[in-house]
């Protein structure tokens, strides 16, 4: 008997929807845990074999491997996991180390786009993107490089895709400019 064969095509991701930018949260959020290291280093190297028992030497190593983990490794891994694809089409947010949450926006759906900077996010360029969708809460992309760039861009293709709310912005700019 022969195996009945089933017709499968893929969906064409990459031809039918570039990627514009793929990002992830400013590289500034892991300063302190480099500094971190380089203290736990600094420790590992000045108290490795200083001390006369041989249960204070273990100690100090789980616990410095402790802190390690903690303090570096973990704020590493949360940093590679979460990030920010903007497409063509849609926004992709993917979140989470254990447990991945994948969220996607399309540009249909959203309304309004803001830009948040304290002051340690202006001075590196960086900042939260809010998209409003209509929702009680607006979607939020933390500390983004480059923020305003994102902005424009993101708005740029919101309008390419939306044009009932590019012409609403327009004429809300052009009211506002004649008061």
Known sequence: MSQPTIAFDPAPTEAAEPV???LRRHGRVLFMPTM????????????SMGFPEFWMTLTFWLLSALLLIVLWV??????????VII???????????????????????????TVRQNAVQAVF???????NT??????????LPKA?????????????????????????QRFTQDY
């Not at 949450?101 to 759906?109: C, K, N, W």
């Not at 305003?148 to 809300?172: C, I, Y």
């Open 20 to 22: 514009v930018v793929r």
């Open 36 to 47: 971190a290291l380089i203290g736990i280093a600094t420790a590992w190297g000045y108290f």
């Open 74 to 83: 973990f704020p590493l891994v949360t940093w590679l996991g979460n990030r």
């Open 87 to 113: 497409t063509t089409r849609r926004v992709i947010i993917y979140r989470g180390i254990f447990t991945r949450t994948r969220q996607e926006v399309l540009f249909g759906r959203i309304h309004d786009v």
């Open 125 to 131: 360029g960086a900042g939260d993107l809010l998209l």
């Open 134 to 143: 209509g929702a009680e809460k607006p979607i939020r992309l933390y500390d």
């Open 148 to 172: 305003n760039l994102v902005l424009s861009a993101l708005t740029e293709l919101v309008d390419k895709q939306s044009p009932l709310s590019a012409q609403l912005r327009r004429d809300d």
